[in-house]
């Protein structure tokens, strides 16, 4: 049995994250089993979910999303088996020993359908900004349950589980779009209507149903606490938010009975004025007295400052006009959803795609008419890891 110590350490690294999935995404009872021989070793993790766990396709910067690609690497095999109880994760090092009696791998694992489900139908759905979506509320759960967790109360563990059922259910059902990092295959791509699906059914459990509420108090209560300093996530776009709480009242109000879903329309209202705060670390003379065409934005998307060339450019009699407004003000409709959710990756996994680089883009202005201008977006990191 000497040899399997060349396993080791990839056992007990892929052991940890497949009992660390388990506990954070279903919070049930979890059994771990090991079999050994000369030329193989074969762990299970099992646990009470019959949802096949599945590898995220997030963003490469993205800090979460990658346990069952980690599984890839350092397992020979590995695959999953469902039955009424649950389901068990395993994997294999060493020599492979066929087995009849295997289940095929994630891609093979399917539910069997019962008559215990509903469809829930979400229209004009916006697949960009759900990816985004998914990506930063999964940041952002996992934070609220490390500030949440308590050794004497496992009510973290099991909220957290419902939450990551919900989101499991979107992200099994919903397409997924490709995240192109080419900025000009980008704008020539990530345009509406192609970045919107008409129809998105959903095929839901009921047993599932109280979960999206659970993810939608979890996600208000966590956006809450990242907005007050408490998370070291930051509060995503407002779309983003929004979207979130469309999904899952779509799902409570058909759930109990609406006939007709209310398609995603997003409050983007470029005319609004927002209150913001800047960072008395930012200096906004190096916009509004800049020679240059310059504007800056905060988090949000708000715009702060503008320098009086670019004012002049876009038409607007002073810099004063275009400050408060959201910079969706200047971004032609059809480019709003790829703005807000790389936006949103941006500022929830560093994605980068268009920091630093020259682009030719159209723009919005004052007086509705569109003009090509080349640009570049940078992004300034100040204290207290604001943006």
């Known amino acids: 049995m000497a040899g399997l110590d060349a396993w080791l350490d990839d056992a007990q690294l892929a052991v940890s994250e497949l009992v660390t999935n388990a506990q954070v995404h279903v919070g049930s009872v979890i059994g771990v089993r090991v079999r050994t021989r000369a030329d193989q070793a074969r762990i299970e993790v099992s646990d ?76 004009n759905f916006p697949l960009l900004m759900h990816q985004a979506w998914q990506e930063h509320a999964s940041a952002l759960l996992r934070e609220f349950l490390l500030v949440d967790l308590d050794d004497e109360n496992t009510a973290p563990f099991e909220w957290h589980a419902q939450a990551s059922d919900a989101m499991n259910l979107l992200h099994e059902q919903v ?34 149903l109280p979960n999206f509420r659970t993810l939608d108090d979890m996600l208000g209560e966590a956006t809450a606490l990242a907005a007050s300093g408490t998370l070291l996530a930051f509060p995503t776009q407002p779309e983003i938010q929004e979207m979130g709480h469309w999904i899952c009242s779509q799902v409570h109000h058909q759930g109990a ?27 906004d003379r190096h916009v509004t007295e800049s020679e240059r065409a310059l504007i800056a934005t905060d988090e949000a998307g708000v715009i702060t ?28 409709s059809r480019y709003h959803q790829a703005h807000i959710a790389g936006t949103a990756l941006h500022m929830t996994n560093g994605r980068d795609a268009f920091i630093g680089v020259t682009i030719t883009a159209p723009v919005v202005l004052g007086d509705d008419s569109e003009e090509p ?3 570049v977006v940078q992004s300034h990191p100040l204290p207290h890891g604001h943006r």
């Open 257 to 283: 009975g609406a006939h007709v879903p209310d398609p995603w329309s997003p409050d983007t209202d470029v005319t609004r004025r927002v209150d913001f705060q800047t960072s008395t670390d930012w200096d």
């Open 175 to 208: 397409p997924t779009p490709e995240l192109l990092d080419d900025p000009e295959a980008i704008m020539a791509s990530a345009i509406e209507p192609g970045v919107s699906a008409p129809r998105v059914s959903l095929r839901l459990p009921r047993a599932s």
């Open 373 to 375: 201008v080349s640009l």
């Open 48 to 123: 009470e979910s019959i949802h096949p766990p599945a590898p995220r396709h997030y963003s490469t910067s993205s800090g979460t999303g990658r346990g069952l690609h980690l599984i890839e690497v350092v397992a020979d095999r590995w695959g999953v088996d469902i039955d009424d109880s649950g389901k068990t994760v395993w994997f294999e090092l060493g020599r492979e020993t066929p087995s009849p009696a295997r289940a095929p791998g994630p891609s093979g694992a399917v539910i069997a359908p019962t008559n215990d489900t509903l469809v829930v139908d979400l229209l």
């Open 305 to 332: 400052a503008v320098s009086p060339s670019a004012a002049a450019f876009l038409r607007y009699a002073t810099a004063e006009d275009l400050v408060g407004r959201r910079i969706i003000r200047i971004i032609p």
